[in-house]
């Protein structure tokens, strides 16, 4: 079993950064991935990691803004954002799969985290 908890959220403004973390508790599982929604959009996928070789895979949408890596020793992932745009605005979940898969297997991931709300506006 693992419990992710996310920390980090809050309001910046445009071109501003953040950064976000998720930590699994019980063990680190083989995929992390960030996956965001919007009032009123459907869930995306943002980007995801394998932990045990740090193989990463970002969103087209964020690729080049958006960083995730991890520290093993602590169980947690980050996800740093920079350059944020108000449609970067959205609830930010951490999920997790025993498998190796990626955010466009949103299926394969059975643990998730409570989220955490990322604002940004001028």
């Known amino acids: 079993q693992v419990q992710l908890v996310e920390s980090g959220g809050g309001s910046v403004r445009p071109g501003g950064s953040l950064r976000l973390a998720c930590i699994a508790n019980?063990?680190?599982?083989?995929?992390i991935s960030w996956f965001r929604q919007a009032p009123g959009k459907a869930r995306e996928g943002v980007t995801s990691i394998y932990p045990d070789n740090g193989s990463t895979w970002y969103a087209d949408s964020v690729r080049g803004r958006f960083t995730i890596s991890r520290d093993n020793a602590k169980n947690t992932v980050f996800l740093e954002m920079n350059s944020l745009k108000p449609e970067d605005s959205a609830m930010y979940y951490c999920a997790a799969a025993d498998t190796y898969s990626t955010f466009n297997a949103v299926s394969d991931y059975k643990y998730w985290g409570q989220g955490t709300q990322v604002s940004v506006s001028s």
């Open positions: 019980g063990r680190m599982p083989r995929s």
